[in-house]
């Protein structure tokens, strides 16, 4: 293979890696930082929801109220 | 060693504690959320997710619940003067209708009180009222106001009798009724109905037919003989059903049964009652009574005129419950299960 061609092929992947990492760092970014833990806080605070909604009368609901009243 | 040792304890605590912390605080979070949005949240399940679950009554507020222990009834208002604090669960109240075993058409309810008629009230003409364009108002079902009654009366009303009813209707009757077989069918079950609240009677519509008798220029007597002409055909009692209107002055009928009587009378001319949607019903109910030994009011100062019996020529709304009075319920109820009239022998030679 000639050098231009070699040169040519090099610089075409450093091109698109660098638009795909710029792409995939951003989409990774969200995936991580948003996506992942808001999807994790709100699945564990929809289970504390249906727990306090549907077993209001159990020990930990009436213990997590008594706590919060503590400082109310 | 010992301080190394605290040190990393407290390094791991830190590094596993912090999350499971964390957690649990944002767990916590959402059951105290839960707990004091209940009624929303349950709302929201049940209308937009279509979950099958039960709305709570409003979630205690803060100082005031104390929904540990039960302490306060949940009926109860707190004492602070905020929301109260029902019970969680309303039940739903259910009517209680009155409940007979009677497999036919809606049952008469029965009111031991008697009732105060208006005397001398005209008849109420449905679609006439003022107001009411076009459509008439809905007629309720016939109800009986029904007498208590003695224990030997009430032995009587216990035994079951069953007549069988066979109906001729003329012409007018079926101009006048386009769905005339429906309206006698109907006319002889709320009678029926009646007759069962009052007398232990069940009326059985035997047959239904045409009678061809001239629509104008016969007596009520000329009537009666053109009836008494036609067979039974298995029926007890054959009726004739006629659009004629009944004002009342009718004298010219045959002389009820009397009370030693062998036999209970078996023909009747039954007219319709001006006004009335169920034009029949209540001449129906006073002429098979007089079939079976009940006699005429004809006095108006007579408390049965004025109660409205129907043995009575007293003109009654038809909204107003049917009511026969005591003595005659008595007559009818002591001839209740007397055989009737076997049919008059054709003359010879016919």
Not at chain 2, 96 to 121: G, R
Not at chain 2, 162 to 169: E, F, H, N, P, R
Request: proline share 12%; charged share 20%; aromatic share 8%.
């Amino acid at each position: 293979m000639s050098n231009p061609e070699k040169q040519a092929l090099q610089k075409q992947p450093e091109g698109a890696a660098e638009g795909e990492k710029a792409e995939r760092g951003w989409l990774s970014w969200a995936v991580g930082w948003v996506l992942v833990p808001g999807t994790l806080i709100g699945l564990i605070f929809g289970a504390g929801l249906m727990v306090g909604v549907h077993l209001h009368d159990s020990w930990f609901s009436r213990l997590v109220v008594w706590f919060v009243e503590l400082f109310g | 060693m010992n301080r190394k040792r605290i040190l990393a304890i407290g390094k791991l605590i830190l590094l596993f504690g912090t999350p499971v912390a964390l957690i649990l605080g944002l767990f916590s979070c959402g059951v105290y959320c839960g707990v004091q949005n209940r009624t929303g949240i349950a709302r929201f399940e049940r209308d937009w997710l279509g979950f099958d679950v039960e709305v709570p009554d409003e979630a205690p507020k803060k100082k005031d619940a104390e929904p540990k222990a039960g302490g306060q009834g949940k009926g109860e208002p707190s004492p602070t003067g905020t929301e109260p604090q029902p019970t969680t669960q309303p039940q739903p109240t259910q009517p209680q209708p009155t409940t007979q075993p009677q497999p036919t058409q809606p049952q008469p309810t029965t009111q031991p009180q008697p009732t105060q008629p208006q005397p001398n009230q005209p008849a109420v003409v449905p679609g006439g009222e003022p107001g009411v364009v076009g459509v008439p108002a809905p007629l309720p079902t016939p109800q009986t106001h029904v007498d208590p009654l003695g224990a030997e009366d009430t032995a009587r009303l216990g035994i079951p009798v069953t007549i069988k009813v066979g109906v001729l209707v003329d012409p007018q009757f079926i101009a006048s009724h386009p769905e005339w077989i429906d309206a006698v069918q109907r006319t002889v079950s709320q009678g029926s109905e009646i007759f069962q609240e009052q007398f232990g009677v069940r009326l059985e519509l035997w047959s239904v037919g045409r009678w061809s008798v001239p629509e104008q220029g016969m007596s009520a007597s000329g009537l009666l003989t053109d009836l008494q002409g036609h067979p039974r055909e298995g029926a007890d009692v054959l009726l004739g059903f006629t659009a004629r209107p009944f004002d009342g002055t009718e004298t010219d009928k045959p002389v009820p049964p009397a009370a030693d009587a062998p036999f209970n009378e078996a023909y009747a001319v039954v007219y319709g009652t001006s006004g009335h949607r169920l034009s029949h019903l209540r001449t129906l109910l006073h002429e098979l009574s007089r079939l079976m030994g009940a006699q005429d009011v004809t006095d108006p100062e007579d408390p049965a005129w004025i109660s409205g019996s129907w043995m009575s020529y007293a003109p009654v709304p038809e909204t107003q419950d049917q009511w026969i009075d005591v003595d005659n319920r008595k007559r009818v109820l002591s001839r209740k299960d007397s055989p009737f009239a076997p049919a008059p022998e054709a003359p010879p030679g016919e």
